[in-house]
């Protein structure tokens, strides 16, 4: 800070207004104003750590938005809680030897207190703990009504488990054969887990994407539309040998099945056991130890050898009739479809290189293209090869084809046309302690018992002093007060459930809690929710472009069917933003470039690191720290600042008699701010600000004078615009003017429409690419007056000197590119 701007003490303003705004109600939400209702929600934290650069940014540009809101006039929700029961906090805590509760809390605060300092717009009353039990009983409440509704069901079956977590994981949760919380590599174990049947909506879930896809970024509805992975196709039954009941593949191109030279099945489906002959026995049990080893994700891969073990029978054909070996092998998978496929490997890759690794035929069934140099061939192309006495395909274009089959197959009682979904149910019990219990009670006698009622919430026991620490079984299981109770049916000797859910069940209706948070009688209050929603906007990371936001519509659309919501999608548009990086890197310790948000405050202040992550680019864009200027915030701030020190005219002043120029420059800006902003463009909204704030200086000095109206006017649509990026400064601007706090509820600035018409344009006029001229126009100048009157400009004459023009290109009133040579 020079000392010309010493008077201008950050930290001694942001202390000031903090108080000021502590005593004001300016972000409550009001539900009875008449205002039109906007519902801004961003993405809520987990309390493992304090803010970080990522909070700072996402929370700065979902403010513009909040603020942007409240100055136009609506009545604006705009809420924040924590998301603090899960892994991230349970893990955290113990690494740090402190039981979660105290942990999660202690962290939560200091949250709390740093989003304070941020000055954000949050409304404060509505706060919100994911582990309180004010809140997870009606988290409980939820998951027993699944469970009426047959949405929520127990079953045995192989899962991908954490050995660092020593927890199981939702298939959304490993990524890329990875746990996406610790990185540690994920294997599979046989265990009976609580399940929520998202499949059940699965056609809505991929139907509703294009009615989001206007207004939800693309990448996040195509992550969501490959996740569910529809797809169209028929199921087909080819008989065994030796059993009585077909085996049941699905495929989605039945136009192959002459083609089909060997079945294969997942080693670790239930089918496989069942097939494998007692002579392939030994073989199979060595294949499917090893094949238990490895991820799905390493399964899937296309690029490592394939493997197998034939399991001793053989199924026919039902096309051909042809006897075809049954094997085993891991690049299909035992949750995808029926866990079997016609192997047919002059159309799959996959199945080509097994077919030649094992030997086995190759017919193919699609004519491949004169200029075909591959192997498989998976394209468009007459049938070849597929036709018996019955029927021929041969010649039809696959689709055509597709269906012929499909017919006959039907006709024959061999298979039906089907429709097949990627998405598998929602695997929710986790084996640690920091999470919602489960309410059920098992008992010998009556099974599964829901927790009555008026029994929930059923609190998580303290355990303080136990060691929580994974060890594969929740340490719920180890508390024998907690877990052994009276079966409320029979009143017979009975267990808790000891696993708790995942944190992505609380973050899955957290949304509706905000709108009543303290109502004890109802999970939400419906009319509340049905006022409000869907939220208008929803801003965070794009890493949840699968997990959170499909469950959290998997939600909305049981809720909505139980008549508790009269919509059907929770978020009607979405922003992600990008990351923040530092010298080209994720922030890393061990890489030694983390930058704490904590010093970049102390060193710049709030709002000059505000104003640097809003104008640092497009919010999806990563922002590298490295390449930020923050002191350059700063002084810009500043001398916004010393504009409304200048002013003296006195407030209320009508500025029609003003400066003309210096209003169209205002009301320009203005005009283009609302459009910016409703466009998520922050970045170039702050550019056109400082643009006003040079201009309204420029006014100034060149003898305007500070009594001018038009120089009020400039200064006070400074602050307000201002008041959605930096609002301690905008803040202060609006007292040093003579007005009332707040600034943020001072309302819009109001249009003028006749100052936007322009009088003239600015035309460039460029020579062989370069900028030569410009020249003051008509807005409606014709192609042919402007190109003669760039031809006939002193500068253009003398850079032409006497140079064959070749080509002019005019785009009237903005631009003359001449070409000459």
């Keep these: 800070m020079t000392q010309e701007d010493a008077s201008y003490d950050i930290e001694a303003t942001q202390q000031k207004w903090r108080k000021v705004w502590d005593g004001l109600d300016t972000f409550v939400a009001d ?6 209702k906007r519902y801004a929600l961003t993405m809520f934290p987990y309390p493992s750590g304090d803010l970080h650069m990522g909070h700072a940014e996402v929370t700065a540009l979902h403010d513009v938005i909040a603020r942007y809101w409240w100055q136009r006039g609506y009545e604006v929700l705009n809420p924040m809680g924590w998301d603090s029961f899960g892994l991230p906090a349970e893990n955290a805590a113990i690494k740090n030897d402190e039981h979660p509760a105290t942990y999660t809390y202690a962290n939560i605060e200091t949250q709390f207190a740093s989003f304070k300092n941020y000055g954000l717009s949050f409304d404060w009353t509505r706060r919100l703990h994911t582990s309180d039990p004010e809140y997870y009983r009606w988290t409980q409440w939820l998951f027993l009504k699944f469970r009426e509704r047959g949405l929520a069901y127990r079953k045995n079956s192989p899962v991908n488990w954490c050995p660092n977590d020593q927890t199981v994981l939702a298939n959304e949760q490993v990524v890329d054969g990875k746990c996406e919380r610790c990185g540690a590599e994920v294997t599979k174990r046989e265990l009976t887990q609580w399940y929520f049947k998202i499949t059940e909506y699965a ?8 009615v989001l896809a206007p207004t939800w970024p693309e990448r996040v509805i195509t992550a969501q539309r490959n996740w569910i992975g529809r797809s169209e196709g028929a199921h087909v039954d080819f008989a065994v040998e030796g059993r009585d009941q077909p085996m049941t593949v699905y495929t989605t191109r039945p136009d192959t099945l002459f083609g089909t030279t060997f079945m294969v099945v997942a080693p670790d489906a239930a089918l496989a056991a069942e097939l494998v002959t007692d002579e392939q026995r030994p073989a199979y049990d060595t294949y499917l130890q090893q094949v238990r080893k490895e991820s799905e994700i390493e399964r899937m891969s296309t690029d490592r050898p394939k493997t197998g073990v034939f399991l001793g029978v053989h199924a026919i054909n039902p096309a051909t009739g042809a006897r075809i070996p049954v094997w085993a092998a891991d690049y299909v998978l035992a949750e995808y479809g029926t866990g079997a496929i016609m192997a047919v490997p002059s159309g799959d890759h996959r199945d080509w290189e097994f077919a030649k690794k094992f030997d086995l035929p190759i017919v193919p069934t699609v004519q491949v293209p004169d200029d075909w140099e591959g192997e498989a061939y998976n394209g468009e192309g007459p049938a070849i090869n597929s036709a018996n006495d019955e029927i021929s395909l041969n010649g039809m274009a696959v689709a055509e084809a597709k269906r012929a089959i499909t ?5 024959k009682g061999l298979g039906k046309g089907a429709v097949n979904f990627r998405l598998r149910d929602w695997l929710l019990s986790r084996q640690r302690y920091w999470g919602v219990p489960i309410p059920v009670i098992h008992c010998e006698k009556c099974g599964e018992v829901d927790v ?5 919430p059923v609190e998580l026991p303290e355990l303080r002093g136990a060691d929580l620490k994974p060890k594969g079984v929740s340490p719920l299981a180890a508390a024998e007060e907690w877990v052994n109770v009276d079966c409320p049916q029979c009143g017979g000797p009975a267990k808790r459930d000891s696993d708790t859910m995942d944190t992505f069940v609380d973050s899955s209706w957290y949304m509706f809690r905000y709108c009543s948070p303290t109502d004890a009688t109802q999970a939400f209050d419906p009319v509340l929710v049905n006022s409000w929603m869907p939220c208008d906007i929803y801003v965070g990371g794009v890493e949840h472009a699968v997990l959170h936001l499909l469950y959290a519509r998997f939600f909305t659309k049981v809720l909505a069917d139980m008549g508790m919501l009269d919509f059907r999608e929770p978020f009607a548009s979405q922003l992600n933003q990008g990351i923040v990086i530092n010298q080209g890197k994720k922030m890393s310790k061990s890489l030694g470039n983390g930058v704490s948000l904590g010093d970049q405050l102390a060193d710049f202040g709030v709002d000059a690191v505000r104003l640097t992550l809003v104008f640092a680019g497009p919010p999806e864009d990563d922002i590298d720290w490295a390449d930020m200027s923050p002191g350059g915030s700063v002084r810009f701030l500043q001398r916004a600042w010393r504009l409304s020190g200048d002013v003296t005219s006195a407030p209320g002043t009508q500025a029609a008699d003003g400066d003309v120029a210096l209003r169209r420059v205002t009301h320009r800006t203005v005009r283009d701010a609302e459009e910016l902003v409703e466009g998520y463009r ?15 200086r ?4 060149s003898g305007c004078g500070p009594a001018d109206p038009a120089v009020r006017e400039a200064v006070e649509a400074v602050s307000i615009l201002l008041s959605l990026v930096a609002p301690y400064t905008a803040e202060e601007m609006w007292e040093r003017l003579g007005n009332q706090p707040s600034v943020a509820r001072a309302g819009w600035p109001k249009v003028d429409e006749a100052l936007l018409v322009q009088d003239s344009v600015v035309a460039v006029v460029q020579v062989q690419g370069k900028v030569k001229a410009r020249l003051d126009v008509s ?3 014709s192609e042919g007056d402007l190109e003669a009157a760039a031809m006939a400009d002193p500068a253009i004459v003398k850079a032409l000197d006497g140079k064959q023009v070749r080509k002019v290109i005019v785009r009237a009133p903005k631009l003359v590119n001449i070409v000459a040579g």
């Design 779 to 781: 807005p409606a100048i």
């Design 698 to 701: 420029k006014a100034i000095d």
């Design 203 to 210: 056609q809505e879930l991929v139907d509703d994407l294009d």
């Design 452 to 456: 009555p009622e008026d029994q929930l």
């Design 31 to 36: 539900e009875s104003s008449g205002r039109e």
């Design 407 to 411: 017919a006959w197959l039907e006709e």
């Design 682 to 696: 922050f970045n170039v909204m702050v550019a056109r600000v400082m643009e006003l704030v040079n201009a309204t």
